[in-house]
């Protein structure tokens, strides 16, 4: 089995999924982003999702053992089918 290197700053306080998922909402479900803007639980749902993506893509990296890239491209295609179909 290959060693993880370590994560980045950004990638260990999730900042590259929230970005990421703030994107994808919005072009998916933009009712659903003003839904919970409006509730003012947008940012929390989006950074619990983004911790759960980031928890996800390291155990496929494990289980796998692939590059961050194919990992996190892998996880985000299967919530994206979770949440928009």
């Known amino acids: 089995m290959k060693t993880m290197e370590p994560l980045s700053e950004e990638l260990r306080d999730n900042q590259y999924y929230v970005a990421l998922l703030d ?3 919005e072009e998916n479900d933009l009712e659903l982003k003003h839904r919970l803007q409006k ?3 947008y940012a929390k749902f989006i950074n619990e999702q983004a911790g759960l ?17 194919i990992a996190s491209s892998a996880v985000v295609e299967q ?3 979770r949440m928009f179909q």
């Not at 893509?57 to 961050?68: L, N």
């Open 39 to 41: 509730a003012d639980t």
């Open 53 to 69: 993506l980031m928890d996800e893509t390291v155990d496929y990296i494990r289980k796998k053992e692939v590059a961050f890239p």
């Open 23 to 25: 994107t994808l909402i």
């Open 79 to 81: 919530w994206k089918e």
